[in-house]
């Protein structure tokens, strides 16, 4: 039987050195009849599925396929050379495995049909050649000798900037020499001038082309897992990109930010791919010293902070941002956030509190450092700033109420009852919203009572009725609410919590309604006082209380029954055919 190979990331040479010791080969054509049946039954299964798929030529006659099942998917890595099986593999084989698996053998027929097919259009197009009745590249290339067309692309080179720039831009990798020849292209092409007035259409649109073929030679890298090719073109990218952006206000800053956007998130993930531990290094040393010399765009520097104390070795991030910050006397803006990063970390949050106030007391920067360290997800630092600077910090309105907000937040979070009651006590006691009453009372549980005295003594001295009528309702207490309104004739307030009141309290709101009337008539007079008193009772009547506004009705018919205004006022509350029965006046 055949020998394989375990490894599933050999290179070819590697892959054909150690899967070729000891085989027999077979032909592709009828390899199936050397197998077991039962591994010919699943791999034809496979194919009626269509699960083998992205059947491509890595190198010569070394191929990769990807088998799609249930059970998950694999890689299958197989040698032709030329029709004869020279090595598989397959990301299912487990150690000492010797046998074919299913996976392989169905790749192999796919590749025996793809190679069939290829064949077959070969052999088509050779008993039937195309006629030249007009030009093309395709045909024009296949005539000219490689010292005809070098001879051209030089020359044309030399005539053309931007076709000199696609030919540099689509071969730098050839250039072996160059530290990074990516770099070098996007150089060539990058406005050297730092108004937007003075930068020209042509250089603009040169730079887009460049960026453009690079990114699409770097999604090509990056499908063939090319990783030192997708590592020095997205390198390139960053590096030459990055400074450009920070000092740029021009209108094609946009377009600078997607493609660094792309670049950055290359060089992201190659950090997750198994790249060599020195292309790891380099990516993280990269960044850090993008940030160090303030290269790096305000976009991409809290998810570059993280991924470079988060991602990458954290004592080495910690060691060389407490020694960046120690010797720069006026920290960018990647040093000091990093800095707090770094005492975060290490836990030592109150530290943040020290460095906050010894750079800058005003509130905008204070504001700005806290919404930037919210960002970087660093919740127990932000808490505690929040609490050391929101009462002493004239912030402006917007920005406190966000930062309470994010208080409230963390104290949900954690689970932090105490600070969640502060959060709402305090925020009722700015809104006399009910729906906070609620949630103080759930909150509180057995301790509420405790918890409503507290409140209660903190709006007595605020002597504000609507917010302490708004508590009493929230809590049902009608008995004190009903006192209080007596004490507070107020018609805002009676007309929002009579709904409370009624009908257990009905006899007190009839006293309040006629009471209060009765003061309001005896001190106005004429048609707009009467019209004044029809409105609140209309209010009743709409409401479905046309009893209580019927008693109403008639002590105050009896009070003012020589003011007939009043009284057809009054009568139009209530429909003509019962009017005798509400107005005192009527049944004398």
């Known amino acids: 039987m055949f020998e394989i190979v375990s490894s599933k990331t050999l290179t070819f040479e590697v892959f054909l050195r150690e899967s070729t010791h000891n085989m027999q080969k077979r032909w592709l054509k009828d390899f199936e009849y050397h197998i ?52 598989y593999a397959c990301e299912c084989f487990t150690e000492g495995r010797k046998l074919m698996c299913a996976h392989v053998a169905a790749s192999l027929v796919k590749l025996r049909q793809f190679l069939e097919q290829r064949q077959a259009e070969r052999k088509r197009q050779e008993e039937n050649p195309p006629e030249y009745n007009r030009l093309t590249v395709q045909g024009v290339l296949e005539q000219a000798s490689p010292a005809a067309i070098f001879d051209f692309v030089q020359d044309y080179a030399r005539r053309d900037r931007d076709f000199a720039q696609a030919l540099k831009t689509r071969f730098a990798g050839l250039m072996v020499h160059a530290e990074n020849p990516y770099s070098l292209a996007i150089a060539a092409v990058l406005p050297k001038q730092t108004s937007a007035r003075t930068v020209r259409q042509p250089d603009v649109r040169r730079l887009r082309t460049t960026l453009q073929d690079l990114e699409h030679q770097l999604h090509t890298a990056q499908t063939r897992r090319d990783y030192r090719g ?14 450009q952006m920070v000092k740029t206000d021009h209108n094609w800053r946009a377009f600078l930010l997607d493609c660094s956007r792309n670049a950055l998130n290359a060089f992201l993930e190659l950090y997750q791919e198994p790249v060599s531990p020195e292309m790891k290094t380099e990516i993280w040393d990269d960044l850090f010293e993008l940030g160090q010399n303030s290269q790096i765009p305000p976009e991409f520097l809290p998810e570059i902070l993280q991924f470079l104390f988060k ?56 504001w700005e450092t806290i919404q930037y360290l919210n960002r970087l997800d660093l919740d127990g630092c932000v808490r505690l700033l929040i609490e050391h600077f929101l009462p002493k910090t004239p912030f402006p309105s917007g920005q406190k109420r966000l930062l309470e907000d994010w208080l409230y937040k963390f104290a949900l979070k954690t689970g932090d009852i105490d600070l969640q009651m502060r ?7 700015l809104s006399g919203q009910p729906d906070l009453v609620a949630q103080m009372k759930e909150l509180a549980g057995p301790q509420w009572p405790i918890q409503l005295e507290i409140i209660m003594e903190e709006l007595r001295p605020l002597n504000d009725a609507k917010k302490t009528a708004a508590l009493l309702a929230a809590i049902g207490n009608t008995e004190q609410l009903a006192n209080f309104l007596h004490q507070h004739p107020d018609w805002e307030l009676m007309q929002t919590y009579e709904s409370v009141l009624l009908p257990k309290h009905s006899g007190f709101v009839q006293v309040w309604y006629v009471k209060t009337l009765r003061d ?45 205004h009043l009284l057809e006022e009054l009568e139009d509350l209530f429909p003509k055919n019962k009017r005798s029965d509400y107005l005192a006046h009527d049944n004398a």
């Open 230 to 243: 997708a590592f020095l073109m997205a390198q390139a990218m960053l590096k030459q990109l990055f400074p």
């Open 311 to 366: 991602t990458g070795p954290k004592e080495k991030a910690l060691e060389r941002i407490q020694t960046a910050y120690q010797i720069s006397d006026k920290p960018n803006p990647f040093v000091f956030y990093g800095f707090l990063y770094a005492l975060t970390e290490n836990r030592l949050e109150s530290a943040c509190i020290r460095v906050l106030e010894a750079q800058n007391s005003k509130s905008e920067f204070i």
């Open 36 to 87: 077991p049946s039962g591994t010919w039954q699943a791999a034809q299964v496979l194919l009626q599925t269509g699960a083998v798929g992205h059947l491509r030529e890595i190198e010569r006659h070394f191929w990769v396929a990807l088998v799609r099942t249930d059970a998950g998917n694999f890689e299958t890595e197989v040698i032709i050379t030329p029709q004869k099986i020279k090595a």
């Open 423 to 429: 959060f709402l006590q305090k925020r009722f006691l």
């Open 520 to 564: 309001y008539l005896t001190q106005h007079f004429g048609v707009k006082a009467d019209t004044f008193v029809r409105d609140q009772l209309q209010r009743l009547v709409s409401a479905g209380h046309t009893a209580l506004a019927k008693a109403i009705v008639r002590e105050i018919g009896q009070m003012f029954e020589s003011r007939l």
